[in-house]
């Protein structure tokens, strides 16, 4: 995993650029600290201060996983998962022992989900 800072600014533009208003949020997380790099007004309505924090909390314990599972499957490093849910879909990247990105987007994209991800986490990992 990383060891230095990724370049968060080239992250949040590149997926601006492919997703347009496809894009719903983009947030930095370091242990128990989140940044909110980008969220489009009508997303950043929908959720109380409180809720951002809980969400924070579960990105933690997603990132205390990735370990647990690359040990399980054996199958190499873990670089990120998808969340489907019925209004957006959640990308999950650990870029160190104790951060990442979680990107969301609407669930129609004008691109492949995998390709973007591979994309995002190719750019993030490359300045680290």
């Given amino acids: 995993m990383a060891e230095t800072e990724p370049d968060l600014e080239g992250v949040v533009a590149f997926a601006r650029d ?11 997380f370091e242990r128990s600290e989140y940044d909110t ?52 879909l959640l990308i999950f990247l650990p870029l160190s022992e104790t951060g990442g990105l979680v990107i969301s987007t ?10 973007f991800a591979e994309a995002v986490f190719e750019r993030a990992m490359a300045d680290t």
Avoid: C, K, W
């Fill in 106 to 115: 609407e669930v129609e994209l004008p691109t492949s989900i995998v390709d």
């Fill in 37 to 88: 790099l980008y969220i489009r007004d009508d997303v950043a309505g929908l959720y109380t201060e409180s809720q951002f924090e809980r969400m924070s909390v579960e990105r933690m314990s997603n990132l205390l996983n990735v370990h647990f599972f690359e040990e399980l499957y054996d199958i190499g490093e873990f670089h990120y998962s998808v969340r489907r849910f019925e209004d957006a």
């Fill in 18 to 28: 492919e997703l347009g208003e496809q894009l719903r949020a983009v947030d930095y």
